[in-house]
């Protein structure tokens, strides 16, 4: 069974109550009860944190022995050198995704550290980035 995991970093365990317009009124639990039985042949790990080091952590834990890490840092997506340099250093592929369209929103977010060192990236589409990402890496 492959084993994928899913690491969404600050304010994104806001979804469904953050900014609805941008980000969609559906909670990320509500999403991944769905997905998770979409793809029951897939085990699915969710794991979401504020705080940079712990993703960084979890990245570190994960990226030796998953077979993808499908990745919404968020914020620290437009900042963290960290986190750039932890996806360089594991091994397992990292997806980077995001729900919305970042290039259609102000400058600071047009810039991602995590770009140059991820398989590939998917945004714009809501949700359904990630479900997509899933099956990127199947
Ligand atoms: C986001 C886009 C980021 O610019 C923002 O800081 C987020 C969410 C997205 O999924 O669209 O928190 O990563």
Do not use: W
Request: glycine share 8%; charged share 20%; aromatic share 10%.
């Amino acid at each position: 069974m492959k084993k994928l995991i899913i690491i969404n970093g600050p304010n994104l365990n806001l979804l469904g109550k953050r900014e609805p317009g941008i980000y969609g009124s559906l909670s990320f639990t509500e999403f991944l009860e769905e997905v998770k039985s979409k793809y029951p042949e897939v085990s699915i790990d969710y794991f979401q944190s504020n705080i940079e080091g712990e993703l960084i952590n979890k990245l570190q834990e994960v990226g030796f022995s998953y077979d993808g890490i499908i990745l919404n840092a968020a914020a620290y997506t437009h900042t963290s050198v960290g986190i750039g340099d932890a996806i360089r250093a594991i091994e397992t592929p990292v997806i980077e995704v995001h729900i919305s369209n970042t290039y259609s929103r102000e400058d600071f977010r047009h810039f991602s550290y995590i770009s140059p060192v991820a398989k590939g990236v998917i945004l714009g589409f809501g949700l359904q980035s990630y479900e997509l990402a899933i099956q990127s890496l199947l």
